[in-house]
């Protein structure tokens, strides 16, 4: 596994929002984490981020402890993430956006006296990232001009520009509309290769296309893990998303792939 978590917990004020959960990823992989509205699923990331410190539990990258690693030490280590609301430089080139990504890795950051033409050698790399994520032709606009998904796409080629071992998608394609979510479903397919991705997305059609592993969380905890299929068929997954109020013949209902099954319903909230 390169990352796993043990134990994990968070809480916050009294409030246990994510219950001892115990996650392996594999190397490699496309693990979907999925759920109902508060199931936890943004601490979480915000846990492997760093960007939130554990109550008690331990999180692992690669055999090393780093429960304790704040977010940039995590995000040098290997681990990205992307957010729910788009965070990309509106006033500058999409070029810019991805050239500056590059250069945080480098100590042009702090030698900012040198001349262009060490920032210009960063064009090259971002040229090739552009083209990666689709974005090559719109190099020069400005990324404030860019459509909600390109945006998103931008924010997939800045994340990439930090070479990660593990990158964290935080609802890839949420707000986006069906020609969107189709195009970005297939970068993330493209981009997964030689990574590890952890995807939290609502969209189980998405889910279901690029993930080879999932994990169902409610009320922070881990509910159900296994491949699209399993978690399918499981009366718990469709009770927490459905209420448990589907049923066929007196059988529970069966996760489907049509447009009117639970592939494209939202979580239940009560759940």
């Not at 190397?27 to 936890?40: T, V």
């Not at 860019?146 to 945006?151: E, T």
């Not at 924010?155 to 189709?182: C, K």
């Not at 399918?232 to 209420?243: F, K, P, Q």
Request: proline share 5%; net charge neutral; charged share 20%.
């Amino acid at each position: 596994m390169i990352l796993a978590t043990r134990a994990l917990t968070k809480v916050f004020a009294g409030f246990t929002a994510v219950d001892d959960v115990t996650l392996g990823i594999e190397d490699g992989s496309i693990h979907g984490i999925i759920g109902p509205n508060g199931a936890g699923k943004t601490t979480l990331f915000n846990l492997l981020s760093g960007f939130l410190r554990p109550t008690r539990g331990t999180i692992t990258f690669r055999g090393a402890d780093i429960s304790a690693l704040d977010a940039p030490a995590v995000a040098r280590a290997g681990i990205v993430r992307s957010f729910q609301i788009t965070s990309i430089f509106p006033h500058m080139s999409v070029l810019d956006n991805v050239r500056v990504s590059l250069e945080s890795k480098t100590d042009l950051p702090m030698r900012f006296w040198l001349p262009n033409k060490r920032i210009d050698a960063l064009t090259e790399p971002a040229m090739s990232i552009l083209h990666e994520v689709g974005l090559s032709g719109h190099a020069h606009m400005l990324a404030a001009q860019l459509s909600y998904g390109h945006k998103r796409s931008l924010e997939l080629g800045i994340s990439i520009a930090q070479d990660p071992l593990v990158l964290l998608l935080d609802e890839p394609t949420a707000g986006m509309g069906a020609a969107e979510i189709e195009r970005v479903t297939a970068l993330i397919g493209k981009i997964a290769a030689g990574r590890t991705v952890v995807l939290v997305e609502h969209n189980l059609s998405v889910v279901s296309q690029v993930c080879n592993r999932i994990t169902v969380m409610q009320r922070g905890r881990v509910l159900v893990e296994g491949n699209y299929d399993e978690v399918r068929a499981d009366e718990r997954v469709i009770d927490a998303y459905l209420g448990g109020q589907v049923r066929v013949n007196s059988e529970p209902a069966r996760l489907g792939r049509s447009p009117n099954a639970i592939d494209s319903a939202e979580p239940n909230p009560r759940a």
